[in-house]
């Protein structure tokens, strides 16, 4: 069974600052993908940034980016320029894949409250 | 600016009564997720279907709750009868074949008195 832990139930960052949030997964699996999600006080999921395991190259999105280790099996996402905006809480997940490419259940980690203050 | 609907957004009602949370999926999409949300158990899931069929519902507890796909544009999720432990923000996600991404509706919130 795959597993995804995050250590840090709060962070808190100064407006303008760079945060990195950690995540570690366990899994047998070797085709897969991880994602973190953004939640707001508005309680909606937002995907912030996704990547390949089969991909050697960190994903990038604007001011998000992720630090990818396979062997080490973790995933941190780091926020740069943290505006006010970016409160919220942060969900590391992660999914297997199959062939033909169906989307399968994600399997979250505990969630990480990030303060972003001014 | 398409995107997955759930209603209704927020739910009161008193133990015993039925649930009925509903699903619009993105159109096109034919893989639909229930997940429950509580403090106590994170972000887990209830039940999947691909194509209209079940293909797991193992997390969902079988003596109360259901869902059903009745069609490719609506999903349910019921709870009879509820219960206060059944507190908890229920999100729908939809996905679709060769992409993999899960899209999150706005969730409904209920709570069981």
């Known amino acids: 069974a795959q597993t995804v832990t995050q250590s840090q139930p709060e962070m808190s960052v100064q407006e303008a600052e760079t945060v990195t949030l950690s995540c570690t997964y366990d899994?047998?699996?070797?085709?897969?993908?991880l994602f973190w999600y953004k939640q707001p006080p508005s309680r909606q999921m937002i995907l912030v940034i996704r990547q390949e395991a089969y991909k050697q190259q960190n994903a990038t999105e604007n001011r998000f980016s992720v630090n990818f280790q396979k062997a080490a099996k973790s995933f941190s996402l780091k926020i740069s320029d943290s505006q006010l905006g970016d409160t919220a809480m942060y969900f590391c997940a992660f999914m297997r894949t199959n062939y033909g490419g169906a989307t399968n259940k994600l399997i979250f980690g505990t969630g990480t409250l990030l303060a972003v203050q001014p | 600016d398409a995107r997955v609907t759930q209603t209704p957004r927020d739910k009161v009602t008193e133990m015993g009564q039925e649930v009925t949370m509903r699903c619009q999926p993105i159109l096109g999409h034919n893989t639909v997720f229930w997940y429950r949300q509580t403090m106590m158990q994170g972000l887990e899931l209830l039940a999947y279907f691909r194509n209209r069929a079940p293909l797991d519902d193992s997390g969902m507890p079988k003596d109360r709750f259901s869902a059903e796909m009745p069609d490719a544009t609506l999903a349910t999720l019921k709870i009879q009868p509820s219960e206060p432990r059944d507190s908890a923000v229920y999100f729908c996600a939809s996905g679709k074949q060769g992409a993999e991404t899960q899209y999150f509706g706005p969730g409904t919130r209920l709570l069981v008195l």
């Open positions: 899994t047998s699996e070797n085709n897969y993908y």
